[in-house]
């Protein structure tokens, strides 16, 4: 981590301008379903109050296509952090604006303020420059926390780092970065990856980028039928990306030459539809059925991935198994989630790449079981593949540490 941190910084009579990721999921009736993303960014909250300093929150929330949509408003969110962190928050109904600036003015040591979403105008996702520099307008250091967002160049995450003489990273940010950062450069090996999801377009980058550094590489998800496809295997009516087919095979032929063990699927769930009362079977990856997909992995493919990471020291997993989110298949990517807490009480260090793996190890009720859960999907993969992060990159270089 090259970049100064909440923790350097002391925050006494200081007004904070905090972006933290409250992008979290409401029912019908806008009650917060869950509130880690919340609960994340309170160490930061409370070191800025800690210190004497005041916080001025900005998060976005959804996807309301820069106009107010009362339904993706922060006001519920205002509420939980108050009751979280036992203290009121002034909710802004605006991010900007004289209401916003004025009650950001009049903020004292201690105080916390919470804007309205920073979506409900184009000009955050169009990082427009006279809109960051209105949002930058409320505080006079700026922190970032929002790791969920460090792979967008919004307004609120690098633009508003123009108007300030410090941009620093939050304790959720430093630990993000920390994690994800030390499983891809300085391992505990044997390092093993296992990567999900529906289609290797979406995971191809990650795949590349690993290849090199891991020990064992498992793929499973629904693309993995589509390096089944190269190998020759039947595969029903499972998922086919037909014009990746050249692209799997191209990655089996590298892992042969490299020391990387490559490991796919032997067996899959199958059934003809995707739904909760769907007749299920099991069938061999090579031989499908036709009219079957294949829709989870199957007992053997748990068996043989559990002992290939029976060993590894660093665990990585970014995308399920299966779709886990229909209860007949989600046995491989619960049964892939309660490895990796039985490798973790071991003493391997395990880390969730977010999105669809995270809501998975949320179900299997393993949260508190893991090493590390991503709060950014997007991000961490972004992070995987190699790619510099905006949000990370904008921050102020922390200074080399000089030998003496």
Known sequence: MKKVTVSDINFRGRKVLLRVDFNVPL????NITDDRRIREALPTIKKILSDGGSVIACSHLGRPKGKPVPSMSLRPVADRLGGLLNCEVIFAKDCIGPEASNTARKLKAGDVMLLENLRFHNEEEANDPEFAKK??????IYVNDAFGSAHRAHASTEGVTKYFDQSVAGMLMEKE???LGRAVSLPDRPFAAILGGAKISGKIDVVTNLMDKVDVLIIGGGMAFTFAKAMGCEIGDSMLEADKVELAQSII??????????????????ASEISETAKTQVAQISHIPKG???????PDSIELFSKALADARTILWNGPMGVFECKPFAKGTVAIARILAERTAKGARTIVGGGDSAAAVAQAGLENKLSHISTGGGASLE?????TLP????????SPVKAR
């Open 177 to 179: 970065l920390e994690y």
């Open 391 to 398: 949000g990370v990159a904008a921050l102020t270089d922390a």
């Open 292 to 298: 079957m997909k294949g829709l989870d992995i199957g």
């Open 383 to 387: 992070f995987l593949e190699g790619k």
């Open 253 to 270: 032929d590298k892992a042969q030459g490299s020391k990387v063990t490559l490991l796919f699927p032997t067996d899959a769930v199958v």
């Open 27 to 30: 029912d019908d009736q806008q």
């Open 135 to 140: 949002l930058a307008s409320l505080g006079d």
